[in-house]
């Protein structure tokens, strides 16, 4: 089964000659409160995003009561608790979600959630998600990745942390249950990701290999590497964003603030509209300019009708209404048709061929 080249989401597709869809990732960011994740979809909304997403999980479901935290986490919320107690605190209840996606469906934005277990899959599922988003962490939890196609929607995968054929597992999962929309995402799966570890270059080698668009899920610092990914052919963009990179929790520090977001989605819309189709000529505007820059053969002195025409009579000056530089060969040495004024551009008209 070949997969689909194109992503539909309602009337928005996905594809690598579409409009870049921009995910803004509200994860846990919202610290388990609903308020908070609701002011969160306006943001997003303000800020231009195409889609909101969250993070669906019940943490008994997901990890041991004695789990470590990873080192950004403990950097970001401390030692005290057991990466259980913190993540325990981040949850929503499932009316919480159910809410939160009408709301984002009253706010014309696109409602997505992570799902991290099958008890949170079946509820984004009856909530009617348009597409599901299997997390970096969840690339070789087979089952629960075939719990997820089986629902039969369309499904981002992001990559981080692994490798080809890794993700080649996966996509087989995906596709043996028939699914053919998918997306992967370039991701390295650190908080914050450092710019040396970003290796954008892999869009293009996912993109190479499975024949599937590619998009980019980023943790680095700032909006320079989002921008980097569409100029690379990046389809999707992901990024974190928070209302404070003071609250506390473990991914507000590695987030984008309100104006931040604002500013890459931005940068991204330019980005895109400069992108164009790739055939190299000249622009409506240049061409207009074309006449006034480039330059034309032009008389150096007074010429008489009848003149034979040499080099030492021409020059080559702007602008470029008259006959074209690359033709001087085949003036020099003609017979002037015409009286001709010194600093005056040569026309056909005025030479006999």
């Excluded at 009848?306 to 060969?329: C, E, F, N, V």
């Excluded at 600093?343 to 006999?352: P, S």
């Amino acid at each position: 089964m070949k997969f689909n080249k194109i992503i539909k989401i309602g009337n928005i597709e996905i594809s690598e000659s579409s409009k870049i869809f921009i995910i803004a990732e509200a994860g846990v960011n919202h610290n388990g409160s609903f308020k908070i994740a609701k002011k969160m979809i306006d943001t997003a909304v303000e800020a231009g995003a195409d889609a909101i997403k969250f993070q669906t999980f019940k943490t008994g479901n997901i990890i041991t009561g004695d789990a470590k935290k990873a080192e950004y986490q403990i950097a970001n919320t401390g030692s005290r608790e057991s990466q259980y107690e913190m993540l325990k605190k981040l949850e929503l209840k499932g009316d919480d979600f159910r809410q939160l996606a009408n709301y984002a469906k009253e706010k014309n934005i696109v409602f997505l959630s992570s799902s991290f277990d099958k008890d949170s899959v079946d509820l984004l599922y009856r909530i009617g998600v348009p597409m599901f988003k299997i997390a970096s962490g969840e690339i070789t939890n087979l089952p629960l990745i075939k719990y997820i196609a089986r629902k039969g929607k369309p499904i981002i995968l992001s990559t981080g942390m692994s490798n080809l054929k890794e993700i080649k597992e996966a996509l087989n999962i995906i596709r043996n249950e028939g699914i053919r929309e998918i997306i992967l995402l370039h991701c390295v799966t650190n908080y914050p990701a450092e710019m040396k570890e970003v290796n954008l270059k892999a869009i293009q080698t996912l993109r190479n290999v499975f024949k599937i668009p590619v998009g980019l899920s980023d943790h680095t610092i700032g909006i320079t590497i989002p921008i980097a990914a569409v100029a690379m052919g990046a389809c999707l963009v992901e990024k974190h964003f928070t209302l404070n990179k003071n609250f506390p929790g473990p991914d507000h520090q590695a987030s984008l603030e309100p104006h931040e977001l604002k500013e890459m989605i931005k940068a991204i819309r330019e980005v895109e509209e400069a992108m164009g189709d790739g055939v190299k000529k000249p622009t409506k505007n240049e061409e207009k300019i074309k006449k006034i820059v480039r330059r034309s053969i032009v008389a150096n002195v007074d010429m008489a009708q009848g003149t034979q025409i040499k080099a030492d009579m021409l020059s080559i000056k702007r602008p470029g209404t008259g006959i074209h530089p690359k033709y001087l060969s085949r003036v020099v040495g003609k017979i002037a048709r015409r009286g001709i004024k010194k600093d005056q551009v040569l026309t056909w008209q005025e030479v006999i061929l």
